[in-house]
């Protein structure tokens, strides 16, 4: 039996989170692979309109839901994330955006390709604005939807793509990149716990947007850990946002220049903060 914590990102997006939460309380978790599942909310600052959404959640989930709230003090998922991370003791760990929809298979997928000494990849279909403000005012139950309906909303252009909802078991095709970091995103990754701490977590020395996620992913290949694909297994819908602010880009950049170029492991400013 493994135990599993799903850690999800937000930032002052209730009705977002919301979406993800039905998703989450979907899930289908028969089986002796698929218990012990606790959510944890890594929340950068939000205020209390998500508070109170989590509380009604809780209320109701067949699973802990706790809130790990930091100050507003910029963006910081990588911080939010670590604070997360240090409140669970569960074994294998997931991370997805607060505006990312897990269809109900989605962690017992995730835990069928689990395998030690490797982390997972996932992918995602986004969502156009038109048809994001639209499932959110009505309430839309994504994550519940069959492929007729996502078919007619790709026919419709309301998704960039289909191909990314097909399933396919486990096998060798999906450990052919083991050292592949480029397209690896936080919104659907996941490693063991002991991994993630073995690095220090995120690395909060990133400042603003960007590049924070592939970091991770390149110290965890540094340390040994390789990548497993979990593409055609563990797909979510990406709620449409706005871009975030870009400016510190080139900054972090650099970062990730100077970590490719050595052999580090663990993080500058890292879970450690959280003892």
């Not at 599942?37 to 989930?61: F, K, M, N, P």
């Not at 982390?119 to 639209?134: A, H, K, Q, V, W």
């Amino acid at each position: 039996m493994t135990s599993v914590a799903l850690i999800a990102t937000t930032y002052n997006r209730p009705d977002a989170l919301a979406a993800v939460l039905d998703g989450l309380l979907a899930q289908r978790l028969s089986g002796p692979d698929c218990t012990g599942l606790e959510v944890l909310i890594a929340d950068d600052g939000s205020g209390d309109d998500t508070r109170r959404l989590i509380a009604a959640y809780a209320q109701r989930a067949p699973f802990p839901l706790r809130h790990i709230w930091q100050e507003d003090l910029g963006f910081r998922p990588g911080a939010a994330r670590n604070r997360a991370l240090a409140a669970t003791a569960a074994e294998y760990i997931i991370f997805i955006d607060g505006d990312c929809v897990p269809p109900p298979d989605f962690v017992r997928r995730h835990l069928a390709l689990a395998e030690r000494g490797w982390f997972l990849g996932g992918n995602r279909i986004l969502l156009s604005e038109r048809f994001t403000r639209r499932a959110l005012a009505a309430r839309l139950p994504l994550h519940a939807w069959g492929g007729g309906q996502w078919l007619l909303a790709w026919l419709r252009r309301d998704i960039n793509r289909l191909l990314p909802l097909l399933r396919l078991p486990d096998g060798g095709f999906r450990r052919r990149s083991p050292g592949q970091w480029r397209g690896i995103k936080s919104c659907n990754l996941a490693a063991w716990r002991d991994d993630l701490v073995r690095v220090n977590g995120f690395d909060e020395a990133y400042s603003g947007w960007g590049l924070e996620d592939s970091d991770l992913v390149i110290r965890l290949i540094h340390a040994g850990v390789r990548h497993k694909s979990a593409r055609f297994a563990t797909p979510l819908f990406h709620l449409w946002h706005r871009e975030n602010d870009r400016s510190r880009l080139p900054e972090n950049q650099q970062r990730l220049e100077a970590l490719l170029a050595l052999p580090s492991v663990v993080a500058q400013r890292g879970l450690d903060q959280y003892p």
